[in-house]
């Protein structure tokens, strides 16, 4: 086997050029040539939806270590909490060090990286449920996350990481898009220049969506900017980050979603008339009841709230979480 003349690293432009926001892809859903089989598995949910607002870079670990294509299907095997990379067809040879030596310097090199986007069942950049195989040919029942997966997660916690194939849950996919745009905008907003007042000024905007979120982590993180100089403002911006993170890990329920609209719905109580607060809160109940996807309530309010709302409550990043072109993805959102 030789190793062919593909490129493993390199940078795919968004249509958007005013895009700042950059993502890790692997190389094999862009529509490189770097699967063991010689082939690949674009996917056109990356390149024909998020590259309207992301750039990537596209990487293969596998590649990038020296191995050929096409190459043997590799699996793991040995311990799940420690598994060993080998040939499908020959476990004789440990090919775990191999890889490691091929991405773990690239690994520095992602810390310009909003979110990264992996290959399912891959044992290299799976995320999750990866098979590890006994020595009796039968897999163990505890599943793990691919070598490259787990280190990329170990060396950026925070970051927004998920396999393509998760993405086709529209659920999943907005609340993906969700955090890489959160995650951006907590790097620009306070981490390039920290302090207590950014902080703050970050976390008035984003109130709603946490609450949406993660009502008890929303009021754990007041709670912490309430003391301020309890932590070094070093320490106290990283455990806000990590718990900010933390609590837009799982998309919103429809419950939280109702209720963070009404109490939204709130700020018109003095200048909207009855009805027209009465037809809103019909709409809201008619989303948590499944018969109107989150879209009719949110620009219902959003109307309302452009016109009649105070500059607080119209900053509220929960009303546009990323740029309204990309909001044909809510209508699928229920």
């Known amino acids: 086997m030789s190793k062919p003349d593909i490129i493993v690293s390199d940078t795919l432009e968004a249509s958007n050029a005013l895009s700042s926001i950059q993502l890790g892809l692997s190389a094999c859903l862009a529509g490189h040539k770097v699967r063991y089989n010689g082939g690949h598995t674009q996917s056109r949910l990356c390149l024909d939806v998020l590259n309207e607002q992301f750039s990537f870079s596209t990487f293969c670990p596998e590649v990038a270590a020296g191995f050929g294509t096409p190459r043997p299907a590799m699996r793991l095997i040995g311990n799940p909490e420690?598994?060993?990379?080998?040939?499908?067809?020959?476990?004789?040879?440990?090919?775990?060090?191999?890889?490691?030596?091929?991405?773990?310097?690239?690994?520095?090199?992602?810390?310009?990286?909003?979110?990264?986007?992996?290959?399912?069942?891959?044992?290299?950049?799976?995320?999750?449920?990866i098979k590890v195989y006994q020595p009796n040919g039968h897999p163990h029942e505890t599943r793990t996350?691919?070598?490259?997966?787990?280190?990329?997660?170990?060396?950026?916690?925070?970051?927004?990481?998920?396999?393509?194939?998760?993405?086709?849950?529209?659920?999943?996919?907005?609340?993906?898009?969700?955090?890489?745009?959160?995650?951006?905008?907590?790097?620009?907003?306070?981490?390039?220049?920290?302090?207590?007042?950014?902080?703050m000024e970050f976390h008035s905007r984003y109130k709603y969506m946490l609450m949406a979120h993660n009502q008890t982590q929303y009021r754990q993180l007041g709670r912490l900017l309430g003391s301020p100089k309890n932590l070094p403002l070093d320490e106290l911006t990283d455990t806000y980050f990590k718990g900010f993170m933390q609590a837009l890990g799982k998309p919103a329920s429809k419950q939280n979603h109702a209720n963070t609209l009404l109490h939204m719905l709130g700020y018109l109580k003095e200048s909207v008339p009855s009805p027209a607060r009465q037809h809103i809160v019909e709409t809201i109940n008619k989303y948590r009841e499944g018969v109107f996807p989150l879209t009719t309530p949110l620009t219902l309010l959003k109307h309302y709230l452009d016109q009649y709302g105070s500059d607080y409550i119209k900053s509220q990043r929960y009303l546009e979480p990323y740029p309204e072109n990309m909001n044909p993805i809510r209508k699928y959102y229920q």
């Open 145 to 199: 996350g691919g070598l490259f997966a787990l280190a990329l997660q170990k060396k950026y916690p925070l970051m927004p990481i998920e396999e393509e194939g998760r993405l086709n849950d529209p659920k999943l996919f907005d609340n993906f898009v969700v955090r890489v745009y959160a995650y951006h905008s907590f790097r620009q907003e306070v981490l390039q220049e920290p302090s207590i007042h950014k902080l």
């Open 82 to 129: 420690s598994p060993q990379l080998v040939f499908s067809n020959d476990d004789s040879i440990d090919l775990t060090a191999k890889l490691v030596n091929g991405f773990e310097t690239k690994l520095l090199e992602l810390d310009h990286l909003d979110g990264y986007i992996l290959m399912k069942n891959s044992p290299s950049c799976g995320l999750e449920r």
